[in-house]
């Protein structure tokens, strides 16, 4: 078992950054994929960004390539979320998530692991 733990919200204004990260539990960090979603008052949650388990491959949604890296250590077991040039439009609670099974998932069914959440807000 897995648990997550993010860290890193916070307010700040359009075109400003920030850098979530995401400290996982357990001495299986290695075999997981890593994704990050989030999501907005009234809206289902959305997939921002997923990291393979050997950090070879990342893949992001359409709105945020370009502007969001991630990226994991495997030494310290944490999954990182930079976030540059943040629009209002990126204001949401952003949920780091481990999939056991999947290499590159972009589904909410298809992570087994979530963490708690944290708040983004970008005023404009």
């Known amino acids: 078992q897995v648990q997550l733990v993010e860290s890193g919200g916070g307010l700040v204004q359009a075109g400003g950054s920030l850098r979530l990260s995401c400290a996982a539990s357990g001495r299986t960090f290695s075999r997981y994929a890593m994704g990050w979603f989030r999501q907005a008052p009234g809206q289902e949650r959305e997939f921002v960004a997923v990291?393979?388990?050997?950090?070879?491959?990342?893949y992001y949604a359409d709105s945020v390539k370009g502007r969001f890296t991630i990226s994991r250590d495997s030494a310290k077991n944490t999954v990182v979320l930079q976030m540059n040039l943040l629009e209002v439009d990126d204001t949401a609670v952003y949920y780091c998530?481990?999939?056991?099974?999947?290499?590159?998932?972009?589904?909410?069914?298809?992570?087994?692991?979530w963490g708690q959440g944290t708040q983004v807000t970008v005023s404009s």
């Open positions: 990291i393979t388990r050997s950090a070879w491959t990342t």
């Open positions: 998530a481990a999939s056991s099974t999947y290499d590159k998932p972009t589904s909410v069914y298809k992570y087994d692991y």
